[in-house]
């Protein structure tokens, strides 16, 4: 199938990649969603008009075969283990699916003489800790095991891009944050929580960790938005950031989802909570994405808090 007009999706099920369907479903392009074996059948069932294809992301054979069969315009490389706090009890599976995951796929666009535009996803948590906002020239410096994964990732796509002719660009995000997302990340499990309180389901404590560190959090719902605007306009083998240019502290985050509380509820620290290392401050400086594709974070942090807590009370 030769069909100019189709995007690949990968990990289409997970958080980032509903909400991406969600943005191509207003779009002409035909999409084949990619999802894990096994995982997301629910997700699926949601979007009857995408193709769909259960796959391993390190079957050689079988993403080739797939590339090769679809041959895709487009690709938004999604997939991947996606948590900072549990890479470090899962260093091989983080390392595995998200460095050789993601030269895989791009081996098979080599390998199948695709030339796609691909937006690679990457993370802030590349950087160097600064006191200030970062730019895509500060100094890469990985602390944490999700992070090695992520530079190495850029490399691959670095070198896909150089040499082998896949259009491929790194999309360094930030937090992003919003429905749909897993109770294991903090504003998704608060929010969570507060549900399950409201519902008496649970009782009225949330208990956290570090509430200090202050981190730029974007909707997703803006962050796969860039993600399109980069891959229409990004330059190949380019790293840029996905962020809204403003710090949140932790606390505040908090603050604010247990504001809309319609309960009271306690806060507890618990030092079980706390990372090994927990960088105080990350927020990124969105210039270079704004000149290249004129994109711009466009829902408040209110709105995002409120439909992310609406998320979690229709499911309590």
Known sequence: MTDRTTVLVTGAAGFAGSHLLDLLGEEAVRVLALRKPGVGADVQAAYPA??????????????RSTVGEFAPAVVYHLAGAPHVGQSWAAATETLAVNVLGTHVLLDALRLEGVRARVVVPSSSYVYRPADRALTEADPIEATNPYATSKVATELVAARAARFDGVEAVVARSFNHIGPRQDPSFFASGVAR????????????IIRVGNLESRRDFTDVRDTVRAYRELAAHGTPGRAYNVCSGRALRMRDLLDAIVARARVSVRIETDPARFRPNDTPLIL?????????????PLIPIERTLQDLLDY?????
């Open 50 to 63: 995408v193709a769909w294809k259960e796959i391993d992301l390190l079957d050689r054979d079988a993403m």
């Open 284 to 296: 990124g400086d969105p210039s270079l994405i704004r000149r290249t594709t004129g994109w711009e």
């Open 193 to 204: 929580q507060v549900a399950l309180i409201e519902a008496g389901r649970l009782e009225p």
């Open 312 to 316: 979690w009370r229709r499911a309590a």
